[in-house]
């Protein structure tokens, strides 16, 4: 089986004037949803995964990538299966 990790879109559209610009929706909304339903803090899931906020920071925002052993500590953490919180359908 392929999954896809959710990361976000970017799509170009055109402003007023015609000029292309570039919008892109925040990557992992469905971790970000699941971390704060289960009442964690970003700080709490970097800690509790054992790296810098700043480093988990640039992972929450798609600048750098999970391990899987992150993800498999931040699925238990906030009670969701990989499939829910990282992958899109």
Do not use: W
């Given at each position: 089986?392929?999954?896809?990790?959710?990361?976000?879109?970017?799509?170009?559209?055109?402003?007023?004037?015609?000029?292309?610009?570039?919008?892109?929706?925040?990557?992992?909304?469905?971790?970000?949803?699941?971390?704060?339903?289960?009442?964690?803090?970003?700080?709490?899931?970097?800690?509790?995964?054992?790296?810098?906020?700043?480093?988990?920071?640039?992972?929450?925002?798609g600048?750098?990538?999970?391990?899987?052993?992150?993800?498999v500590?931040?699925?238990?953490?906030?009670?969701?299966?990989?499939?829910d919180?990282?992958?899109?359908?």
């Amino acid at each position: 089986m392929v999954y896809n990790i959710d990361k976000g879109s970017s799509q170009t559209k055109r402003s007023e004037r015609g000029e292309k610009v570039r919008s892109r929706t925040k990557p992992f909304l469905k971790l970000r949803a699941a971390i704060v339903e289960a009442g964690y803090t970003q700080r709490d899931v970097a800690k509790a995964i054992g790296v810098d906020i700043s480093t988990f920071s640039q992972k929450i925002n798609g600048h750098r990538d999970f391990t899987l052993q992150e993800c498999v500590r931040i699925a238990n953490l906030v009670n969701r299966s990989l499939d829910d919180i990282f992958f899109s359908n």
